[in-house]
């Protein structure tokens, strides 16, 4: 469980994402296909305040191309290197909330049949104090 006091901002939460650096390319892929591929087979959901969030698939963004270094035993768990890389995925952003208690709820899973190394699961609580 996640707590935190916020003042009247907006929120942009990653329900599911993809990354991908030049350095991790199979020579056939791009660096839109690398990024797209961790999110294949996912399944999403979000709520804020118990009431479900609809259409998460429209929620999908892509970063343009970008200049990166990524140093070795990186948080991302990527290989290390400098080159361009791209992020796809699908985000929960949040109009600011009126001042009081919320709780925000995502779940992802993945079972990707095709590259099980990228399967996993999350469910995540967001409990938010809202004040004025």
Not at 40 to 67: C, H, M, N, W
Request: charged share 15%; glycine share 8%.
């Amino acid at each position: 469980m996640l707590y935190a006091k916020l003042i009247y901002i907006q929120l942009l939460l990653p329900i599911l994402a993809g990354f991908c650096g030049d350095w991790d390319l199979k020579p056939w892929e791009t660096l839109t296909s690398c990024a797209k591929a961790g999110n294949e087979y996912g399944t999403i959901s979000a709520s804020v305040d118990g009431k479900k969030i609809e259409k998460l698939e429209s929620y999908r963004a892509q970063s343009p191309i970008f200049d990166i270094t990524v140093p070795e035993d990186n948080v991302l768990g990527h290989n290390s290197g400098s080159g361009q890389a791209q992020n796809d995925g699908f985000y929960l952003f949040l109009e600011p909330l009126s001042p009081g208690n919320h709780t925000v709820h995502t779940s992802t899973n993945v079972n990707n049949i095709i590259t099980p190394g990228f399967n996993y699961d999350t469910d995540l609580t967001y409990h938010l104090i809202i004040t004025p």
